[in-house]
């Protein structure tokens, strides 16, 4: 493809309100995924927590 076959190509665009359901699906998505970053925060520092009972270290 050269330039000018560039230049004269069409791109899709959605309507606004398709824009807008994307954006609304994506910031789901991405709460989502904050929410799950935080649950794996509190499942690590559980593991790490029962981790230090199971196999306490002593004190020197």
């Known amino acids: 493809m050269n330039q000018t076959e560039v230049g004269n190509?069409?791109?899709a665009v959605p309507s606004a309100k398709e824009q807008q359901k994307i954006a609304h699906c994506l910031?789901?998505?991405d709460e989502v995924i904050g929410l799950d970053s935080h649950k794996l925060d509190a499942l690590?520092?559980?593991k790490k927590g029962l981790m230090q009972?199971?196999?306490?270290?002593?004190?020197?």
């Open 9 to 11: 190509s069409q791109i």
């Open 44 to 46: 690590k520092n559980l």
């Open 27 to 29: 910031s789901s998505l």
């Open 53 to 60: 009972q199971l196999f306490p270290q002593e004190v020197a």
